[in-house]
């Protein structure tokens, strides 16, 4: 079974940064995933995709919410099994429980019921 452990959270101003990591571990011979995703969720919201990358192979391309373009960035240390959220210009609106998720099959879009494996998630709290 794969285990995926956030990190990074915190409380920071608007206009600050944070990074966020997850680690991947439990890895057997017959799990390939396939995608890593960041996925938040505010009080009240329903849960978002925010930024995701391909790391079963290929270009290892990335993609991002439009709410979260050019201010966040995905990042993938395959030696490491970890994926990374860098975070800046954040906004109070930001603020939420952040999730890392991963799935097992081709496909690396935000959609919550395809994805296998979630962290317990790290908070993120922007304050104006």
């Known amino acids: 079974q794969v285990q995926l452990v956030e990190s990074g959270g915190g409380s920071v101003q608007a206009g600050g940064s944070l990074r966020l990591s997850c680690a991947a571990s439990?890895?057997?011979?017959?799990?390939?995933?396939?995608?890593m995703a960041w996925f938040r969720q505010a009080p009240g919201k329903e849960r978002e995709g925010v930024g995701a990358?391909?790391?079963?192979?290929?270009?290892?391309?990335?993609s991002y919410a439009d709410s979260v373009k050019g201010r966040f960035s995905i990042s993938h240390d395959n030696a490491k099994n970890t994926v990374y959220l860098q975070m800046n210009s954040l906004k109070p609106e930001d603020t939420a429980m952040y999730y890392c998720?991963?799935?097992?099959?081709?496909?690396?879009?935000?959609?919550?019921?395809?994805?296998?494996?979630w962290g317990q998630g790290t908070q993120v709290t922007v304050s104006s």
């Open positions: 439990g890895y057997t011979y017959n799990v390939n995933l396939n995608c």
């Open positions: 998720a991963a799935k097992r099959n081709s496909g690396c879009k935000f959609v919550v019921s395809w994805y296998n494996y």
């Open positions: 990358a391909y790391i079963g192979g290929g270009n290892g391309g990335t």
